[in-house]
């Protein structure tokens, strides 16, 4: 049983750098969600795609992020010209579901930490 | 605006005595809701959920209560065990968006 995977698990970046990490879900599912948790908090909602199609992205992610997922299946989030106040733990989520429900857990990968330098 | 809240940060409690972490949301559009585990250095994991047309939700040792006029979950883990010192999230849905709390951290004490 292959889980969502994450990679690089860690990321060290100088100011101003861009980075990319890579999200490969689990197989089956059509429903992919990219998360970001800071020390003390819960994820916080990035973006969310339903197969290859991304169809929201919150109002955290400025104009440096971009998230893609080509033919609906892995997933890349790129942070450009990043700041130190990006650093934070950035986490992947699968799942499915049928149309429009929302009623299935979400399956998490143990994340990419970027710390920002 | 935390529609999800999780008032307690951490809790200790005796080895083969009862957990209880709780959860309180504010947006009654919120139809489904989760409970998630986090060790140190790992993603969530999914522990359990509850749809609201329930009011109670059973799996082994763990259980989720939901009181909708209360707009009010709880998880409880009996008997609790020294593995399951972790940080707990409640998650509620009911949308596209799920949203959490900011987390219990459980401590089991042997």
């Known amino acids: 049983d292959t889980g969502v995977s994450q990679n690089p698990r860690h990321k060290i970046t100088k100011r101003g750098q861009n980075v990319t990490f890579r999200c490969d879900p689990i197989?089956?599912?059509?429903?992919l969600y990219w998360y970001r948790q800071t020390l003390g908090q819960g994820p916080e909602f990035l973006t969310y795609?339903?197969?290859?199609?991304?169809?929201?992205k919150s109002r955290l992610l400025s104009d440096r992020f971009s998230a893609e997922r080509p033919k609906g299946s892995f997933s890349t989030l790129e942070i450009q010209r990043t700041e130190q106040g990006d650093s934070a733990m950035y986490l992947c989520?699968?799942?499915?579901?049928?149309?429009?429900?929302?009623?299935?857990?979400?399956?998490f990968g143990n994340g990419t930490r970027l710390t920002v330098t | 605006d935390q529609q999800v809240k999780q008032n307690s940060p951490s809790l200790s409690v005796q080895e083969g005595r009862i957990s209880i972490l709780n959860c309180d949301y504010t947006?009654?559009?919120?139809?489904?809701f989760l409970w998630y585990k986090k060790y140190p250095a790992e993603g969530p994991t999914f522990l359990i959920s509850i749809s609201s047309i329930k009011d109670k939700n059973e799996d082994g040792r763990f259980t989720v209560f939901l009181n909708k006029s209360a707009k009010h979950l709880s998880l409880h883990i009996v008997p609790s065990q020294p593995g399951d010192s972790a940080v707990y999230f409640c998650?509620?849905?009911?949308?596209?968006?799920?949203?959490f709390g900011t987390g219990t951290r459980l401590k089991v004490l042997a």
């Open positions: 795609f339903q197969n290859e199609a991304q169809l929201e």
């Open positions: 197989s089956e599912h059509n429903r």
């Open positions: 989520a699968s799942s499915f579901a049928r149309g429009g429900e929302f009623n299935s857990p979400l399956h």
């Open positions: 998650a509620a849905t009911g949308t596209y968006k799920y949203i």
């Open positions: 947006n009654s559009m919120f139809d489904y």
